[in-house]
């Protein structure tokens, strides 16, 4: 168990729907990270949070938003959804902003668009 | 982000050491470099960083070349379970994010 958690751990869904994968960092992690991971595109970076704040965007489409909560829990929600959104999505956090911390990575939510 | 280059896929034997090289020419003062590994099915796992000198930790031992423009991972003795890809990336100082290229992917044979 790398502390992040990500639910739920396998997600299914059709074209057109909308979906919400959940995120909890590392306790004392300031920083959440969202990366999506198909096959044939490697890690990309999606959107950082942090302490509530976006902090920097990547290659996130204009259909995918994310937020991160108080309690610093993060949501990226994934709407209209096409086949090719089908994807392992991995979250994960860093303690503070600035420095070269260790990044912990959750097992991610594999997503299938049908 | 300045550019890292590591061959594709690499093969060791178990219980023999492993050398995975990144260069990394265009590499800044503050840049940190940053090794990671992901397992099949699983996220990436943070496995070692540094910035100029050379760092061991329980996993591995990172060696950082003088001019700091190529570094090399060291698995000191490799078991199956350290088949996966190796990601060499760099983070400057404030630019947070973990950018991924292709990584080597290390296959062991037993």
């Known amino acids: 168990d790398s502390g992040v958690t990500q639910t739920p751990k396998h997600l299914i869904t059709a074209t057109g729907q909308r979906v919400t994968l959940r995120c909890s960092p590392r306790?004392?992690?300031?920083?959440v990270y969202w990366y999506q991971q198909s096959l044939d595109q490697g890690l990309q970076f999606l959107i950082q949070?942090?302490?509530?704040?976006?902090?920097a965007k990547g290659n996130i489409l204009e259909r995918f938003s994310a937020q991160q909560f108080p309690d610093l829990h993060s949501e990226l929600n994934l709407s209209s959804l096409e086949l090719g959104d089908s994807a392992l999505y991995f979250c994960?956090?860093?303690?503070?902003?600035?420095?070269?911390?260790?990044?912990?990575f959750g097992s991610g939510t594999r997503l299938t668009v049908v | 982000d300045a550019k890292t280059t590591q061959p594709n896929s690499m093969e060791s034997n178990e219980e023999e050491p492993v050398h995975l090289p990144c260069n990394h020419s265009?590499?800044?003062?503050?840049?940190?470099i940053h090794w990671y590994r992901q397992l099949p099915s699983q996220g990436p796992e943070y496995v070692i960083h540094?910035?100029?000198s050379n760092v061991n930790n329980r996993m591995a031992s990172l060696a950082i070349a003088e001019d700091r423009k190529s570094s090399t991972l060291i698995l000191h003795r490799a078991t199956l379970r350290d088949a996966a890809v190796y990601y060499c990336?760099?983070?400057?100082?404030?630019?947070?994010?973990?950018?991924f290229g292709t990584g080597t992917r290390l296959t062991i044979i037993p």
């Open positions: 306790s004392g992690d300031l920083s």
């Open positions: 994960a956090s860093s303690e503070r902003q600035g420095g070269p911390l260790g990044y912990t």
């Open positions: 265009t590499i800044s003062g503050t840049d940190y």
């Open positions: 990336i760099l983070t400057n100082f404030g630019n947070e994010k973990l950018t």
């Open positions: 949070y942090y302490n509530g704040e976006e902090r």
């Open positions: 540094g910035l100029t």
